[in-house]
């Protein structure tokens, strides 16, 4: 009898779907018969155009304008490569941000080094904890300019309490390095030289530093870079006010041996362990407490080429309070044969940084990932996590009328996933049009989908909506989708669900374009934009770029995404009480992840999962003064629930950066 049910409900099954896609293939017929009777229109038309345009050319008039026409078709090519690049206002704004990061380069450049009296000040300065930190520099045939400068921008340092440890590898022919490097030692007892009695290389030499070393903190510095003279007392203070084990700072490199021509300036966010595993943005200049490596090795030989991101992935995972300095602290010196001028360099240290990833993941218990370079760069690694299971998931979208941008966002999930097991709901909320009722009954004959009514005599309030729908959902796991959205990514859940199904991750987004493939969403930043509330970085960008510093390229962990697509455990959502309907329509998608990392959950982006958004169609714009006072009071309310938060910055965006824009414009 069971068996019977099961084939009966099965038979019930195929016939809905087959009624389903008969009712969709009816209705893509007669679109195409309407577009093939607009295709033959149009080819009137361009026959009538053609002969006119013949008519012209042989025109005599039309023959002596030539020159004109040359000039004019310059004009239009000029503006045509203006609007390829952003509109003219674009480029402006390209152009402008061009001379706003060379005043950048000068103001962290030498004009960001401490005068006669803060150098004075800043060695008088008795702070709370006596520390001597060991800087470690491993020498190979170092040039004596670079040697000598190096060795320089220690000796300048304004905090005193350091020792430098030299251990040389170098080779026969560059004996020079160890006579110049005695010379400084014996005319400063914290300087530390040892010739060693062979090359080691990196891992080998720099673990010979550190048997020399006595300070209570390690520092690692490569031999041909500079160190600004107030590192070591900045990285003192963190020490001292918030007892930091692991310390980094921004970075620039620069060329031709002056630190005023930088070719990149890296800002960085404070500690983010998903942006690490892709991508080693701490590098230099770390400094760590000693204890944080009893037990565990400085370098290790296996990894040489990418010693540094594994050392970093294993120290800060141990460390209790990883402290980035927000200053620009240390200068990468670019010359021929360094990874700052070329990765390709050094090839073996792309297999070095994958084996140092895959180590550090295997020692976090994740198994069966991939990890894989990315279009960045060869070290910038998207990581594929294996999924533990495959458990529900409830798609809940709100709607009111709209049922051409609904249908296609439904058809999109429908024909594109290759994730099964979940659900739709649709969230009906005082439609008005006879389509969208007739698609209803149409899409609720499959057993995966499901039409809510909300019924409300109050305002509109999208987190009421969703809240109302995610209490309907069955799946352990909800995904808030705008009904403007369609989907790219096939495997668009499973990109969401590889990083929602982590203990320790509360919100996942995804990357959400624009009908012209510009970027709609690709992360949120509080305090950005004109509200100072919030805002979405890389705005308006076009598909193709890279983003600052490749951040279009890996997962990583934000402060927020949007609620257009994010995905969240179910359990989560109920445990924080879903979106806060105080935000009616704006805002509130960043207040749940902002309460979620109260809860010390971690918020992440991931740019392989992709859709188009073709934003707010289900409510329109707020340009009206109501809808405009409106979003004004919610904002405000955000800047007082937030103004902690707010007036900290956002950890995951520098405050070299300015909040004005969203392409990670520097600020003077």
Aim: hydrophobic letters at 35%; charged letters at 25%; a neutral charge.
């Amino acid at each position: 009898m069971n068996n019977m049910n099961t084939d009966s409900n099965q038979t019930e099954h195929l016939q809905n779907l087959l009624d389903y896609y008969k009712e969709s293939y009816e209705n893509e017929k007669k679109k195409s018969a309407m577009l093939a009777g607009k295709l033959s229109d149009e080819k009137s038309r361009a026959d009538d155009l053609e002969f006119k345009l013949t008519r012209i050319k042989n025109n005599p008039v039309w023959k002596l304008s030539k020159p004109f026409r040359v000039v004019m078709h310059f004009i239009i090519r000029t503006k045509d490569r203006l609007i390829r690049h952003g509109n003219p206002k674009g480029v402006l704004r390209k152009i402008k941000s061009k001379m706003i990061e060379k005043k950048a380069m000068k103001k962290h450049g030498r004009a960001s080094f401490p005068n006669e009296a803060q150098r004075r000040e800043q060695e008088s300065t008795e702070f709370a904890k006596k520390i001597r930190i060991s800087i470690l520099v491993p020498l190979y045939n170092t040039p004596k300019n670079f040697l000598t400068e190096m060795i320089d921008s220690v000796k300048a340092q304004t905090y005193l309490n350091w020792e430098l440890c030299l251990a040389d590898g170098s080779d026969d022919a560059h004996t020079y390095v160890g006579e110049i490097c005695r010379q400084y030692a014996e005319n400063d007892a914290r300087i530390l030289y040892q010739k060693l009695e062979k090359n080691e290389g990196i891992s080998g030499n720099t673990n010979q530093c550190y048997k020399m070393a006595t300070g209570d903190y390690i520092g690692l510095f490569d031999h041909d870079d500079i160190l600004h003279p107030s590192a070591l007392f900045e990285y003192m203070k963190v020490i001292c006010n918030q007892d930091a084990d692991y310390i980094y700072c921004d970075e620039a490199t620069f060329r031709d041996g002056n630190i005023n021509k930088m070719i990149t300036l890296h800002f960085k966010s404070d500690y983010a362990i998903d942006t690490l595993r892709a991508n080693n943005y701490i590098c230099h200049f770390s400094v760590f407490k000693r204890t944080l490596l009893e037990g565990t090795e400085l370098f290790r030989t296996q990894f040489d080429g990418s010693q540094d991101h594994d050392m970093i992935l294993r120290l800060t995972s141990a460390a209790k309070k990883v402290v980035h300095v927000q200053k620009l602290l240390y200068y990468w010196r670019s010359h021929k044969g360094s990874v700052a001028s070329d990765i390709s360099a050094k090839t073996y240290a792309i297999e070095a940084a994958r084996g140092a990833v895959a180590d550090h993941l295997a020692r976090s218990g994740f198994r069966d990932f991939e990890i894989v370079s990315t279009r960045a760069f060869e070290t910038i690694f998207r990581i594929k996590y294996q999924l533990l299971s495959t458990p529900m998931i409830s798609i809940v979208i709100a709607n009111k009328d709209h049922e051409p941008d609904l249908r296609r966002c439904v058809t999109s999930i429908l024909e594109k996933s290759t994730y099964d097991n979940f659900e739709i709901i649709i969230v009906e909320n005082n439609s008005a049009s006879e389509e969208i009722f007739n698609y209803y009954k149409q899409i609720e004959k499959l057993p995966n989908v499901k039409v809510v009514s909300y019924k409300s005599d109050s305002d509109f309030n999208y987190s009421a909506i969703n809240n109302f729908g995610v209490k309907a959902a069955a799946g352990e796991y909800i995904i808030l989708l705008n009904n403007d959205t369609q989907i790219i990514t096939p495997s668009w859940m499973e990109e969401l669900l590889m990083y929602a199904q982590r203990e320790d991750v509360g919100a996942v987004g995804a990357k959400l374009y624009y009908e012209d493939r510009t970027i709609q969403h690709a992360g949120i930043v509080i305090g950005l934009g004109a509200h100072r509330t919030a805002g979405h970085t890389h705005y308006k960008v076009n598909y193709e770029n890279v983003g600052y510093m490749g951040k279009l390229c890996y997962a990583q962990d934000v402060t927020a995404v949007t609620g257009a697509c994010m995905m969240v455990r179910k359990s989560i959502y109920d445990e924080a009480g879903g979106l806060s309907e105080e935000f009616a329509v704006a805002l509130n998608d960043v207040d749940f992840c902002l309460r979620l990392r109260k809860q010390g959950l971690l918020n992440i982006f991931n740019p392989y999962c992709e859709l188009y958004h073709f934003e707010s169609l289900s409510r329109g714009l707020d340009v009206d003064a109501k809808k405009a006072a409106r979003y004004e009071a919610e904002c405000e309310v955000f800047r007082t629930k937030w103004k902690r938060e707010l007036e900290q910055g956002d950890p995951y965006y520098n405050p070299n950066f300015s909040l004005d824009h969203s392409d990670y414009s520097l600020q003077v």
